[in-house]
């Protein structure tokens, strides 16, 4: 089975410009969400989506905004962007509604926002 | 609503000696647990989990857990460690659908 699959790896954005993300779930999966990793921290949660729609959402502005497709891939959009907006973006994909079964998360997509 | 402590950001440690890496967790309602290594430059990958049922629970690359409702805690052990265990841990706790909270992350560093 494929895992989690998540593009560009690395990107260097301007302050202010927009960038989209993107992730392809775990084979079998309908559930994506998505976490924020400042250097030297824990992920911190942004958002779920689940059967396209948003599933909950963490304390993010609303200009970090998302997506998921008919076969369960998602994106993840930043308006805006903030100098504290530089971390490592990780995609997690689950096979229900919800972090119980535990998830499986991509490499992560390194943000560098100067 | 939920958080978690993992009490060491750092824990260094000789090869083969055993090892403890220390997670205490806050919710008013029952949760679940888990355990989640990350190598340099990669993502998360599930070493366990606790979701209900025995409170020892076993997970990959000889890692264990004991789950302890009394203290709120979770630690995470392994009797003889590698030098391939050197790792980021993150332990995390979800009380909801949707919501799982991370620790800040405990550095293992195994030295020969």
């Known amino acids: 089975e494929t895992g989690v699959t998540q593009s560009p790896t690395h990107l260097i954005k301007t302050r202010g410009q927009q960038v989209t993300l993107r992730c392809s779930s775990q084979?079998?999966?309908?559930?994506v969400s998505w976490y924020q990793q400042a250097l030297g921290q824990g992920p911190q949660f942004i958002f779920q989506?689940?059967?396209?729609?948003?599933?909950g959402r963490g304390n993010f502005p609303p200009r970090f905004s998302g997506l998921q497709f008919p076969n369960y891939s998602s994106e993840l959009n930043v308006n805006a962007l903030e100098l504290d907006d530089s971390a490592l973006y990780l995609c997690?994909?689950?096979?229900?509604?919800?972090?119980?079964?535990?998830?499986?998360f991509g490499s992560g997509t390194r943000l560098t926002v100067v | 609503a939920q958080s978690v402590t993992q009490l060491d950001s750092q824990v260094p440690v000789f090869e083969e000696a055993p090892v403890e890496l220390r997670c205490n967790y806050s919710?008013?309602?029952?949760?679940?647990l888990f355990w989640y290594v990350q190598y340099p430059n990669q993502g998360l990958q599930l070493l366990l989990k606790?979701?209900?049922?025995?409170?020892l629970v076993k997970g990959i690359n000889g890692f264990e857990a004991e789950f302890n409702k009394s203290q709120t805690s979770f630690h995470l052990r392994k009797p003889s460690v590698h030098i391939s265990d050197t790792a980021e841990y993150f332990c995390?706790?979800?009380?909801?659908?949707?919501?799982?909270?991370f620790g800040a992350g405990t550095r293992l560093t195994v030295k020969p």
């Open positions: 084979s079998g999966h309908n559930t």
């Open positions: 989506y689940y059967r396209e729609e948003e599933n």
């Open positions: 606790y979701l209900s049922g025995s409170t």
């Open positions: 919710s008013s309602v029952s949760v679940y």
């Open positions: 995390a706790v979800s009380d909801t659908p949707y919501d799982m909270r």
């Open positions: 997690a994909s689950s096979s229900s509604q919800g972090s119980t079964y535990g998830y499986t």
